[in-house]
């Protein structure tokens, strides 16, 4: 129970967005399981990560981003819409309120830290997605035409 709940509540985020950008049907499904299955890939990574949440929103980016290009390439749309809404879970919006909140404060200390750590995950996100694109982008160049 204590990672299917999470997990619900990513789906339905998720699907709410879905709603927003009018995706429908099937799309809106995957779309959104992809983001529970990133987030649990998230929840799951903890342990084995050594508690480094950066290494956690890794692997979850590479589990995300390996399901949008399956995803993309079963379903003949591109890799980025699923991309799009599936990631939102993973977003430090948390992080980036809070440096601002800090910001305010005049706390210069706490923006640094929360903005440090806000642009690490950001940038274990950004990491994870060019690790499976460039591996997707080379395997199937690869193979050449046909």
């Keep these: 129970m204590d990672l299917f709940l999470p997990c619900l509540y990513a789906f339905l985020a998720c699907l709410g967005f879905c709603v927003l950008f009018r995706i429908r049907g099937l799309g809106a499904v995957l779309c959104s399981l992809g983001g529970a299955l990133a ?13 480094i949440d ?4 890794f692997w979850a980016a590479v589990f995300l981003s390996a ?16 991309q799009l809404i599936a ?37 274990s996100l950004a990491v994870g997605v060019l690790v499976v694109s460039s591996l ?8 050449g035409p046909g």
């Excluded at 890939?41 to 990560?49: E, F, Q």
């Excluded at 950066?54 to 929103?57: D, G």
């Excluded at 997707?136 to 193979?143: A, D, E, T, Y």
Aim: hydrophobic content about 40%.
């Design 87 to 123: 990631f939102l879970p993973l977003v430090p919006g948390a992080g980036i309120y809070n440096m601002m909140e800090a910001a305010l404060r005049g706390d210069t200390q706490g923006f640094l830290s929360t903005g440090l750590h806000t642009l690490g995950i950001a940038g």
């Design 54 to 57: 950066f290494l956690q929103y």
């Design 67 to 82: 399901w949008s290009e399956g995803m993309a390439r079963l379903r003949k749309c591109p890799a980025t819409g699923y």
């Design 39 to 51: 987030w649990l890939v998230y929840l799951v990574s903890g342990p084995l990560s050594g508690g």
């Design 136 to 143: 997707v982008r080379m395997l199937s160049h690869r193979r």
